[in-house]
């Protein structure tokens, strides 16, 4: 059974930084992509961030946010910094189905809340 548990969230300023972890147990972490996304109150989920198993990336906070994984640690990261208010949202980590961060992700954590305050 996968399992994905991400910490890190938590109430910051605007302009501040955050890094959001996710541990992920259960397959082999090294095989698969993984992704970042969040959920604004009232929005729909968005994507953020994602990571493929050499370590590309593609996100979608050009110049703020970085994605970044620790195949030993099992453990991908979200590095935020320049935070405004509107990324104040659930942020959720992912798991994809393959090596390649390609279609929808099937596996998901439980959420982690950031606040940014003006």
């Known amino acids: 059974q996968v399992q994905l548990v991400e910490s890190g969230g938590g109430l910051v300023q605007a302009g501040g930084s955050l890094r959001l972890s996710c541990v992920a147990s259960g397959r082999t972490f090294s095989n698969y992509a993984m992704g970042w996304f969040r959920q604004a ?5 968005e994507f953020v961030a994602a990571i493929n198993w050499r370590g590309s990336s593609t996100d979608s906070v050009k ?13 991908v990261y ?15 980590c992912a798991q994809y189905p393959g090596v390649l961060n390609i279609g929808s ?13 003006s």
């Open 63 to 75: 110049g703020r946010f970085a994605i970044s994984r620790d195949n030993a640690k099992n453990t």
């Open 41 to 45: 109150p009232g929005k729909e989920r």
């Open 78 to 92: 979200l590095q935020m910094s320049s935070l405004k208010p509107e990324d104040t949202a659930v942020y959720y």
């Open 105 to 117: 992700p099937n596996y998901w954590g439980q959420g982690t809340q950031v606040t940014v305050s």
